[in-house]
Structures are given as C-alpha cells and as structure tokens.
C-alpha cells in the first residue's frame, strides 16, 4: 500500500502523520507524490498501525 492510502486508512491528515512521526508536512506530501522515497521504516509503521489484526499496544500511537 501506499503511504497515502495507509494514511487515509487510518483516517489522518498529512499534517497529523507529521506531527506522529516528527516531519514536515511537506515531507509527507513529497512522498505521496512520488518525488522523494519514502523510508521502508515508515511504511512498515503505518501498515502495522493499519493492520486490524495486530495487537493493541503494537498499533497504539501517540496522543497528539
């Protein structure tokens, strides 16, 4: 999945993945669009965060 279908998943604004995950919105947004890669380690958070299978605390977030 793509990070922008992840994040939609999840139900959450470019601007709240950046805040959870410590980037700039704009960060968000170029991965999106394909311009910049994004890092296999934020994939692989937001597909564990959007897995209704895993475990509560492995999906837990934090509370921004």
Request: aromatic fraction near 6%; glycine fraction near 4%; charge should be positive.
């Amino acid at each position: 999945m793509t990070v922008a279908a992840l994040r939609k998943r999840l139900g959450w604004t470019q601007d709240k993945l950046a805040r959870i995950i410590d980037v700039q919105p704009r960060t968000i947004s170029l991965w999106e669009t394909g311009v910049r890669r994004t890092p296999m380690a934020v994939i692989l958070l937001l597909e564990i965060w959007a897995d209704r299978r895993c475990p509560e605390w492995v999906k837990r977030t934090p509370e921004i």
